[in-house]
């Protein structure tokens, strides 16, 4: 059984940092692509980032240059360092494997003063 539990949420001020991260289990995150998406209130869910199998980055142009996407095989998480954090960057954050079903339940990030 799959499950990813994404936990590092909360609220921050605008030029601040957050990391979220996600414990996967009953999968082995370095076999496969891992993602993390977000979806703000009223919109779309959309990809923020990806981390291929073979440790390739991609980022949606919105969070190039202040995310950083990574991965731990050994403790099998994977993580999302976020920098200079901006309002519009507020969302439920979810963390999920590449060409699956798989879903974390999200965790809450705002970008407040």
């Known amino acids: 059984q799959v499950q990813l539990v994404e936990s590092g949420g909360g609220l921050v001020q605008p030029g601040g940092s957050l990391r979220l991260s996600c414990a996967a289990s009953?999968?082995?995150?370095?076999?496969?692509?891992m993602d993390w998406y977000r979806q703000a209130p009223g919109k779309q869910r959309e990809l923020a980032a990806t981390?291929?199998?073979?440790?390739?980055?991609r980022y949606v142009d919105s969070v190039k240059g202040r995310f950083t996407i990574s991965r731990d095989n050994a403790k099998n998480m994977v993580y999302l360092q976020m920098n200079n954090m901006k309002p519009e960057d507020t969302a439920v954050y979810y963390c999920?494997?590449?060409?699956?079903?798989?879903w974390g339940q999200g965790t809450q990030v705002t970008v407040s003063s």
């Open positions: 009953g999968i082995i995150v370095r076999i496969f692509g």
């Open positions: 981390i291929t199998s073979g440790g390739s980055t």
């Open positions: 999920h494997v590449v060409s699956t079903p798989y």
